[in-house]
């Protein structure tokens, strides 16, 4: 069974940072593309960030380019964001999810981890 | 950036209805359309792939079609766990989500 957990989120003041995981099971992470999507309160959908199989290929939405940085370790069945100079606008649930497919797509999804940024 | 723009906002219907779920893009995205169901506090699920393709077990009471601009989610028969939150995404340019229509027990 395919299984996703995120962790990592919680409070942090405007301009911290804070990195996020993501544990991967019950299927062949290495053969994945896995991207991170958010979800403000209340609110839609964003999708933040993918990441290629292997880690040679990123790409970011505009919004947090130059702030947040998406990777990957294979050995350990784990994805990451580390995220810096977080602003109020930040605040969310951020999921993990992952797919074979090109461009990559949300097969797969984890229970979401909420990041709340606000002094 | 692609808008996709969702009618109606809510919906409201009785099981064994049929649901009928439009989702419109600003410029074509090709058939690269999706469509998620989510329910209060879960992740989003995938159920309609590349317009018209069902994910991995989702029943066969759902389907998609549609293609450049003009896309519709439909429900056959309503089972009493569809009431949820719908979104359709491209990923055509980037990814854009609609702002979803909540489907609502009558």
């Known amino acids: 069974e395919v299984q996703l957990v995120e962790s990592g989120g919680g409070l942090v003041q405007p301009g911290g940072s804070l990195r996020l995981s993501c544990a991967a099971s019950?299927?062949?992470?290495?053969?994945?593309?896995m991207s991170w999507v958010r979800q403000a309160p209340g609110k839609g959908l964003e999708w933040v960030a993918n990441?290629?199989?292997?880690?040679?290929?990123?790409y970011y939405v505009d919004s947090v380019k130059g702030r947040f940085t998406i990777s990957r370790d294979n050995a350990k069945n784990s994805l990451y964001l580390q995220m810096d100079s977080l602003r109020a606008e930040d605040t969310a649930v951020y999921y993990c999810?992952?797919?074979?497919?090109?461009?990559?797509?949300?097969?797969?999804w984890g229970q979401g981890t909420l990041v709340t940024v606000s002094s | 950036e692609i808008v996709l723009t969702q009618s109606p906002a809510t919906l409201s219907l009785s099981p064994g209805e049929r649901a009928t779920l439009s989702c419109r893009a600003s410029?074509?995205?090709?058939?690269?359309l999706a469509w998620y169901q989510q329910k209060p506090g879960q992740a989003p699920r995938l159920l309609i792939y590349?317009?018209?393709n069902r994910a991995t077990g989702i029943p066969a009471r759902f389907s998609g079609s549609g293609s450049g601009t003009d896309f519709t989610l439909t429900i056959s028969s309503l089972e009493p766990e569809d009431f949820a939150v719908y979104y359709c995404?491209?990923?055509?340019?980037?990814?854009?989500f609609g702002q979803g229509t909540k489907l609502e027990i009558k």
């Open positions: 995404q491209q990923r055509s340019n980037w990814y854009t």
């Open positions: 990441i290629k199989e292997d880690g040679s290929e990123k």
């Open positions: 019950g299927f062949t992470f290495s053969s994945y593309w």
């Open positions: 999810a992952g797919t074979q497919s090109w461009p990559p797509r949300g097969d797969y």
């Open positions: 410029q074509s995205v090709s058939n690269y």
């Open positions: 590349d317009a018209s």
